[in-house]
């Protein structure tokens, strides 16, 4: 008879002394045995499983899969679903395998890093993508927070910078100025205003020049003006406060 589900073998026909024993119950121990034979795996490899290999569960100290002569590395069953492996994995160019290298740097979308990772000190930033080439991938700059920058807050119309202009700015240039009292005809000497004829000698309104030139006012003063920037809404609100999802670097210990 074949092995029971625990994989005991009992013998098919037991034989007492001084009794006689036949063929056909001989040979029935005898193809019994043959067909258990045949059922068990060669050590040589010659031929492979036709069903599950089952091992006892092990330890990580004394693994149920193990090798002739290195007894505590090979594999255990660490948890229900989970399998536990004894000693050092390599790659087969003789390297410590991992799925992250030591040092290796990530973001976690999570707020402590997880076990066998070291969060770095870094707080309150911006993730700026560069290339390779630029060399200063891993580095950090800059001097103000992220949250500083990017907030909702209000700028007066009032301290709005003033815009000094200069002549190299706006460009000398000159304002010609008709006293019309000769007609309309083309622009000359004859039909400028100057000071003593059109405005006296009244300093206050003065144009330039003299009584026997053209009289014109240059306008390239360093003066300060004011430009009124319209902000939309209220006028005064400025909104930088963008959503943003927190995250933190650590490294691969």
Same mark, same amino acid.
């Given at each position: ?28 121990? +005898? !193809? &019994? +045995?043959?067909?258990?034979? !045949?059922? *068990? ?7 492979? %499983?036709?069903?599950?290999? #089952?091992? !006892? ?38 390297? &410590? ?8 740097? %990530? ?16 707080? &309150?930033?911006?993730?700026? @993508? ?19 920058? %990017?907030?909702?807050?209000?700028? *007066? ?11 190299? *700015? ?5 304002? +010609?100025? %008709? ?41 390239? *003063? ?6 009124? @920037? ?5 006028? !005064?609100?400025?909104? +930088?406060? @963008? ?8 490294? #691969?210990?």
């Amino acid at each position: 008879m074949p092995r029971n589900g625990s994989g005991t073998m009992s013998v098919s026909n037991s034989f007492s002394s001084g009794t006689t024993i036949s063929s056909s119950e001989m040979n029935a121990n +005898f !193809t &019994d +045995f043959a067909s258990e034979v !045949t059922n *068990s795996l060669p050590r040589d490899g010659q031929a492979a %499983m036709t069903g599950q290999l #089952k091992i !006892t569960a092990g330890t990580s100290g004394a693994p149920g899969l193990i090798f002739s002569t290195d007894t505590d590395c090979g594999i255990f069953r660490a948890a229900a679903d989970t399998i536990g492996v004894a000693g050092t994995l390599q790659t087969s160019a003789g390297e &410590d395998y991992d799925a992250f290298a030591a040092g290796t740097s %990530m973001l976690f979308y999570q707020a402590t890093a997880p076990t066998g990772w070291t969060a770095e000190n870094l707080n &309150d930033r911006a993730l700026r @993508v560069v290339s390779q080439a630029s060399g200063v991938g891993g580095g950090s700059a800059g001097t103000t927070a992220f949250s500083s920058v %990017m907030t909702s807050r209000t700028i *007066s119309q009032a301290n709005l910078p003033n815009v000094n202009l200069t002549a190299a *700015s706006d460009g000398a240039h000159q304002h +010609f100025i %008709m006293n019309g009292t000769s007609g309309t005809g083309s622009v000359s000497s004859s039909n400028y205003m100057n000071a003593t004829a059109d405005f006296g000698n009244n300093s206050n309104y003065l144009a330039g020049g003299s009584a026997t030139i053209a009289d014109r006012g240059l306008t390239s *003063s360093n003066g300060a003006h004011t430009h009124t @920037v319209p902000l939309g809404g209220s006028g !005064t609100a400025l909104d +930088f406060a @963008v959503q943003y999802s927190d995250v933190i670097i650590a490294t #691969k210990d």
